[in-house]
């Protein structure tokens, strides 16, 4: 297996896990704003070690077979946080919650939210990248991650997460129908990432 390959795989792989953590503790704090807060954590971590998240790179000029891989990979390590999690229980009831209430919004809702998700994702990514020091980078994520799950915008990736720790609390249709919904985010996610993009692109002429 090329070096780039085995690369590729430990980056999409830990940024899954990066952001099953950030649910698990998202799911594990009472006051949502300060688990919101906590949860931009896992994207900090992603971006200051060069781990691959679909989110983060979809609104740049990544391969359409590369951000595929990326999703597959990023799903299995929100798999592996969420299995961890599934002995103590604890956190599957509060998660299978989350997952009822998305599956309970409008097929629509799940694009457009996605779609503006993506445009913070973009942000916050590219914001991380041009900041000149290190407080600057960080605010760059601390402002959009929360900004995102408070106003109840669709991440796919951390839909994968939360879909992952509900598992023993969800039955098969459930799960069947999140991993439809998660496909039209990531569609929403990739939309609003791009779109920005060729917009400040134009603007920065």
């Known amino acids: 297996m090329k070096l780039e390959t085995r690369q590729l795989i430990c980056r999409g792989l830990f940024s899954g896990l990066m952001i099953g953590i950030g ?33 983060g790179m979809c609104g740049l000029k990544t391969p359409w077979l590369t951000l595929a891989a990326v999703l597959v990979l990023n799903a299995l390590g929100t798999l592996i946080t969420g299995a961890l999690t599934w002995p103590a229980l604890r956190l599957s009831q ?72 509900a598992i023993p609390s969800l039955g098969v249709g459930e799960i069947v129908r999140m991993l439809g919904m998660i496909l039209v985010v990531a569609a929403g996610n990739v939309i609003g990432s791009k779109a920005l993009r060729y917009c400040l692109d134009d603007l920065q002429r």
């Open 23 to 55: 649910c698990a503790v998202y799911l594990s704090c009472e006051n949502k704003l300060v688990g919101a807060l906590l949860f931009s954590s896992g994207l900090f971590f992603i971006l200051s070690n060069g781990g691959a998240l679909l989110t």
């Open 94 to 165: 509060p998660a299978a919650a989350v997952v009822a209430n998305k599956l309970a919004a409008h097929p629509l809702s799940w694009m457009t939210n996605g779609t503006l998700c993506g445009v913070l994702m973009y942000l916050a990514v590219m914001g991380y990248k041009k900041a000149k020091d290190a407080p600057h980078a960080l605010a760059s994520v601390m402002y959009a991650i929360p900004v995102f799950i408070v106003a109840g915008f669709e991440h796919s990736i951390a839909d994968l997460g939360y879909l992952a720790i």
